[in-house]
């Protein structure tokens, strides 16, 4: 049990430096990412900056991805999920150009409008606060590798085991402190889950 992000992310951070992960940036998806990769991005002594997605829910149930676009508006889908839930094309359509129009909105506020920084050759550690399918993070994943990142770590305080697992095809390190049998929300591991407000968020990037 996590007492907050900020805890989270000083605990993630130990763990990276523990297996001897450098970084030249860390990058964080907002909202909740922020204070994780701020404590991350203090103990790697690394610059910190954002990388953005946003999901695509399921109808009936938006909390469960079945798939995310990136900043740059590339698309990634659960094709599996989309098949075993019956969600027909027009649905996905749809969600794929409200959530296009909401990424690039967090875009121009986190970023001016960039999608990423200048990632060519770095060694860039990817943090958010937890995984659930981990959509966000295969999106985030690919639009860095785009970028010609030389390394990416993708790291998180919890996962599902196999949502973990699965992502390592799509990082070249996941750093996981808690892989639950049996997990529920990412909420649930965290004493205080409380909403980052955008404001607050921006914040943690403005921190020296």
């Known amino acids: 049990m996590f007492e907050n ?22 990058l964080a998806i907002p909202r909740g990412g922020l204070p994780v990769g701020r404590a991350v991005a203090d103990r790697l002594g690394a610059p910190l900056d954002v990388v953005v997605a946003s999901k695509l829910g399921a109808p009936h149930n938006p909390e469960l991805a079945i798939g995310a676009v990136a900043g740059d508006v590339s698309v990634w889908l659960n094709d599996d999920l989309v098949e075993h839930l019956g969600v027909r094309s027009s649905y996905v359509e749809d969600a794929r150009e409200k959530e296009a129009e909401a990424a690039r909105r967090k875009v121009e506020q986190y970023r001016g409008g960039e999608a990423l920084p200048d990632l060519a050759g770095e060694r860039v550690v990817l943090v958010d606060d937890g995984l ?47 892989t639950p049998a049996r997990f529920g929300a990412v909420g649930a591991y965290y004493r205080d889950f409380s909403q980052v407000s955008d404001a607050e968020a921006l914040e943690y990037l403005d921190r020296e």
């Open 5 to 26: 992000r900020t805890d989270a992310g000083g605990r993630l951070g130990d763990r990276l430096v523990e297996e001897g992960v450098d970084a030249d940036v860390v």
């Open 132 to 178: 659930a399918t981990g959509a966000t993070a295969i999106a985030c994943l690919r639009q860095i590798r785009k970028a010609d990142a030389a390394r990416t770590v993708l790291a998180v305080p919890v996962a599902p085991a196999d949502a973990a697992e699965g992502l390592r095809d799509e990082a070249d390190e996941v750093v996981c402190l808690e």
